[in-house]
């Protein structure tokens, strides 16, 4: 009797502890290969999905799998920890992607069909941001447009016919919106990052293309080149409504698409969100006239989804094979239609109407990269301009930002 | 070994290898890292007590203790006036008292992230609209975009939420005191206040001492509440110890650095707590 007891408590026991252990191991038995792609997009799986679907009519041999979880960028580090990577990755051209690429997990894709038919741009953009400036180690695929949002039927309402084009227009409109009543920008700023939208609009324009290389070096500090920078911050901030500070991104989108505020400073990607708050609102946008000469004022374009081939994958054949499907013209324009993206691709274009303001920057080529892309990712940034914004004192943010940037980069 | 005894080591030891396994060994890890300057992948070198020193002369570090400090201690005094008075009216003779105590406990099952979201929407939305209706100007905004304000805030959630625990604990206590001291002490026509002083808050002593602790312990560490409302902001007036650990830690990628945050204020913790106790042990009472 005690044996069985024993017995019934050591095994209640050890199949406690291993159905901690199950679920790690998964092979799939089913004569196909199985490739892993792993996106840190939650928004865009639904058109994933359908292009997958595609793909896997015409490859009938080849599975993928798509994994999508929220918070993608600390899930695939701490993957990266285990040396368990997926096959593919798809994800924005962010520090994530730079730790990745610098850690030598991604394969070089340089001279592959893949990067053919990728605008040079983008290319460019992407060798930036790691150390190895010969490599690519991921495909732009999907770009974005970080400028202003206005709302139509308000600038018809106050006269104004054309957007403007440089910054004295720009206050000029502000001041007319603010005289007949209306809140001139819409600012979410409980959301500390909402105000670097704002930042880079203004920063990427004025400030030193250089500048985070001359920083590190010692050259130049945020209190020389971001005087204006802060100064037109400052001048913003005067054209919000009364809780600039209490209201977040998604509050600030239902408010600003049911018709409160004329101007958004937001990228593309709040777009959707907005016309799902309110289908009928008349939405436009135009790069930020962060100065007095229009051909200095640059739209600010990042890479908004890239695609990454991991170094130790088994399927490099069947990976490269989905990559190239993506980078199909037709899948390429499905993406770009479904996600009110812009592409990277060069010959796929948006033709949203919405989005129209933003064709002649993407056309001329006048677009540059997020700035705070290359601060250092300990100095938190974004809440020190939060509180820029609270207190108003320039003189305490420009140190503040020198502080801690270089506290940053002395503890490396 | 005999046979009754083997079967309790059966049912220990996984509880211990678990324990090991996913507490203790990562604890360690977090140790040893500490003296590194691992990013949390990739290379990394011995760097001494470089990550100590700096976390010394970090300013926003310095700032998140003193913030997590004022936090905690108002919100332990907070939590245990109210709960006590609660549990000593949940206690007495009312009508309907096990449907109270029942409503009384509901916070404490209801995740904290849940409850910081419904706050926030709360104190983004309904205060100020009561607020402008009443046309009272000091409700019309959302009290967690303010950065003198905000920390009041997680104090209303971060309350409301651990008073259902301390109250279950003093009602605990509350019902170990024998009602014929209550008997004696009214015969000897002692009034309500006297009866409180002079015994109840005596015999709960150690009941009190445990709820001072846990609760200063659990607000140390707190997480949550700040996730789920301000994220640190405005600025960085809400930035709590334990969230600059996880945002510097896994999204400023400097994982080391955080580590070592992490054990300076793992000490302080246990310092603070047995400091506590025994303070708090050395008043209460025997029986």
Redesign the interface.
């Known amino acids: 009797m005690?044996?069985w007891?024993?017995l019934t408590?050591?095994a209640v026991?050890?199949s406690?502890?291993a159905s901690?252990f199950a679920g790690c191991s998964g092979g799939k038995d089913d004569g196909k290969t199985h490739i892993e792609f792993f996106s840190s997009k939650v928004e865009n799986a639904s058109t994933y999905k359908e292009i997958i679907k595609e793909f896997e009519k015409k490859n009938p041999k080849i599975a993928v799998d798509l994994s999508s979880p929220p918070d993608a960028?600390?899930v695939i580090?701490t993957r990266?920890?285990k040396n368990d990577m997926p096959d593919i990755v798809a994800m924005g051209d962010d520090?994530t992607f730079t730790?990745l690429a610098?850690?030598?997990v991604l394969k070089d894709l340089s001279g592959s069909d893949a990067v053919e038919n990728i605008q040079p741009t983008y290319i460019d953009m992407v060798k930036k941001d790691y150390k190895n400036h010969d490599a690519v180690y991921g495909v732009p695929y999907a770009t974005n447009g970080n400028g202003v949002i206005y709302n139509k039927e308000k600038l018809a309402a106050l006269g104004i016919e054309e957007t403007p084009k440089t910054w004295d227009e720009f206050v000029a409109d502000l001041d007319k919106a603010k005289e007949a009543g209306e809140i001139p920008i819409y600012f979410t700023?409980?959301?500390?990052w909402t105000g670097m939208v704002a930042l880079n609009s203004v920063a990427s324009s004025i400030s030193p293309d250089q500048f985070a290389e001359d920083k590190t070096a010692g050259n130049t500090t945020f209190k020389e080149s971001y005087d204006e920078v802060a100064d037109k911050l400052l001048t913003l901030s005067k054209y919000g409504h009364?809780?600039?500070?209490?209201?977040?991104y998604g509050?600030g989108n239902t408010a600003f698409a049911n018709g409160k505020g004329v101007f958004y400073l937001q990228g593309n990607w709040a777009i959707p969100e907005l016309v799902k708050a309110n289908p009928d609102v008349k939405l436009g946008v135009f790069p930020f006239p962060a100065t007095n000469d229009p051909s200095k004022n640059n739209l600010v374009s990042g890479i908004d989804v890239l695609f990454g081939l991991t170094k130790d994958t088994k399927h490099e054949k069947e990976a490269k094979k989905f990559i190239s499907f993506l980078l199909d013209k037709e899948q390429a324009q499905k993406y770009t239609d479904e996600q009110s993206a812009f592409s990277a691709l060069k010959d796929v274009y948006q033709n949203d109407p919405k989005l129209e303001g933003y064709k002649a920057s993407f056309e001329s080529g006048q677009i540059t990269s997020y700035p705070d892309h290359f601060y250092p990712?300990?100095?938190?940034a974004a809440?020190?301009l939060?509180?820029f914004f609270?207190?108003k004192d320039k003189d305490k943010f420009l140190k503040t930002m020198d502080?801690?940037w270089d506290?940053?980069i002395?503890?490396? | 070994m005999n046979?009754?005894k083997?079967?309790f080591y059966?049912?220990a030891?996984?509880a211990v290898?678990?324990f090991f396994v996913f507490h203790t060994y990562p604890a360690l890890q977090g140790i040893f890292y500490s003296f590194t300057?691992w990013?949390?992948?990739?290379d990394w070198d011995f760097v001494g007590l470089?990550?100590y020193l700096?976390v010394f002369?970090?300013?926003?570090a310095i700032h998140a203790y003193l913030f997590t400090f004022k936090f905690a201690i108002v919100s332990t005094i907070i939590v245990n006036v109210f709960s006590l008075l609660i549990a000593i009216g949940l206690n007495s003779k009312i009508k309907g008292r096990n449907f109270f105590r029942g409503v009384y406990f509901l916070p404490n099952i209801l995740s904290i992230l849940i409850v910081g979201f419904i706050f926030?929407y709360i104190f983004?939305?309904i205060i100020?609209q009561l607020g402008e209706d009443l046309h009272l100007e000091a409700l019309?905004?959302?009290?967690?975009?303010?950065?003198d304000l905000a920390w009041i805030g997680i104090v209303i959630v971060a309350a409301w939420q651990a008073i259902a625990f301390n109250t279950i604990l003093y009602l605990a206590g509350l019902q170990t005191i024998s009602t014929d001291i209550y008997e004696a002490s009214s015969i000897d026509g002692a009034g309500k206040w006297r009866e409180f002083w002079s015994i109840t808050f005596p015999l709960i002593a150690p009941f009190f001492t445990i709820n001072m602790v846990l609760a200063l312990k659990n607000f140390l560490m707190v997480f949550d509440q700040i996730v789920a409302m301000?994220?640190?902001?405005?600025?960085?007036?809400t930035?709590s110890i334990s969230y600059l650990i996880y945002?510097?830690g896994?999204?400023?990628?400097?994982f080391a650095?955080q580590s070592a945050n992490a054990v300076v204020y793992f000490i302080v913790i246990v310092v603070v707590s047995l400091v506590q106790l025994r303070i708090l042990q050395r008043r209460e009472v025997e029986m």
């Open positions: 005690k044996n007891k024993m408590a050591g026991a050890l406690l502890s901690l960028g600390t580090k990266l920890t520090t730790d610098n850690s030598g700023l409980k959301d500390a009364k809780d600039n500070m209490g209201v977040a509050d990712t300990g100095m938190n809440n020190i939060q509180e609270i207190k502080k801690e506290k940053v002395d503890r490396k | 046979k009754r083997l079967a059966f049912m030891m996984p290898l678990l300057n990013n949390g992948y990739g470089k990550n700096n002369k970090d300013s926003r926030n983004a939305h100020p019309s905004k959302n009290i967690l975009g303010d950065p301000t994220g640190g902001g405005p600025g960085t007036s930035e945002k510097g896994f999204q400023g990628g400097e650095y």
